[in-house]
């Protein structure tokens, strides 16, 4: 049953057929597969597909883009129908760099983030390195996700390198990681440390595993 449902679900975000998909889900759920198996064994290994697919040049950013924010969508639906209260793995901020409008990518991030049990507030596009710090302070996130596609916006003063700074005057740094993102960092594997940035990730499902591995090393506030 859980095979073919992972099946016919991915066929459906393959089509790019949202409403589909999430019929398929909510059939599963009626004839009696648990939400925790809708989310573990069929949304998240779907965007998995989807990702390695993309790489491979199998399938288009359309499909990679529907599937994050489809299972986005199904995990905030289950989760309260999950039989054991599921644990949340942390909590982040993202948004995109000062003067970067670029919010794609982020989006497909927030998605799959989300997906994998982290608590995402997406700050939107163009946000300050104050509000950045601000916003984790104000929602208790352990992670300040910044996304950037332009190597200005990536390598400029006011971004990240800024957002370090502000964590450092504030005392914060034991408290809050900060991880990047963005076409910029793909290009060159060291840039993250030059700004300033704790980590940086390629993709949404890396992205998940390197926050969850961040997120061991905060000093709760
Ligand atoms: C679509 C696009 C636009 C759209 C953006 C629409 C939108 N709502 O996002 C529009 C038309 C608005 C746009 C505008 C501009 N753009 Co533009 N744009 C692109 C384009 C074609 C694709 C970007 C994209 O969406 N990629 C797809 C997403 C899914 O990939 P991604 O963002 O890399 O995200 C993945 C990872 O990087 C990672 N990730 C992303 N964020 C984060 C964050 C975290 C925390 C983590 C862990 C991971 C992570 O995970 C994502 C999912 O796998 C690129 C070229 C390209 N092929 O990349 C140019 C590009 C980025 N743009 C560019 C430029 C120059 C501009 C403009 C200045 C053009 C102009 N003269 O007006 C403006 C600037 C606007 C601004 N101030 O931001 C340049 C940047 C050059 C540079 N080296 O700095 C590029 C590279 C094009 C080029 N070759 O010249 N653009």
């Known amino acids: 049953m859980l095979n073919s449902t992972l099946q016919e679900y991915c066929e459906a975000i393959f089509d790019t057929d949202s409403d589909r998909a999430l019929q398929i889900v909510h059939s599963a759920f009626e004839n009696g597969v648990s939400a925790e198996d809708i989310v573990f064994r069929v949304v998240i290994p779907s965007i998995e597909q989807f990702l390695t697919a993309l790489v491979e040049n199998q399938n288009s950013l359309a499909q990679h883009f529907l599937a994050?924010?489809?299972?986005?969508?199904?995990?905030e639906e289950?989760?309260?129908?999950?039989?054991q209260k599921p644990v949340s793995a942390g909590?982040?901020?993202?948004?995109?760099?000062?003067?970067?409008?670029?919010?794609?990518?982020?989006r497909i991030v927030s998605g799959?983030?989300?997906a994998q049990m982290l608590g995402v507030i997406d700050l939107g596009l163009n946000v300050s390195a104050e509000r950045f710090v601000d916003a984790a302070l104000e929602n208790n996130a352990q992670i300040i996700g910044i996304s950037s596609m332009m190597v200005h916006t990536a390598r400029g003063e006011n971004g990240c390198r800024k957002v370090?700074?502000?964590?450092q005057e504030r005392?914060?740094?034991e408290h809050i990681k900060i991880i990047v993102g963005g076409a910029p960092y793909r290009f060159d594997d060291q840039l993250y440390r030059q700004v300033g940035?704790?980590?940086?990730?390629?993709?949404?499902?890396?992205?998940?595993a390197v926050i969850t591995g961040l997120i061991r090393e905060v000093t709760p506030l």
């Open 68 to 75: 994050s924010q489809v299972a986005a969508e199904v995990v």
């Open 171 to 173: 005392g914060l740094e």
């Open 91 to 106: 909590q982040m901020v993202i948004g995109t760099s000062p003067g970067d409008y670029h919010g794609l990518g982020k």
């Open 164 to 167: 370090r700074r502000i964590l």
């Open 112 to 114: 799959c983030l989300k």
């Open 78 to 83: 289950m989760l309260p129908r999950f039989l």
């Open 197 to 208: 940035a704790d980590a940086w990730a390629e993709n949404g499902i890396v992205a998940a």
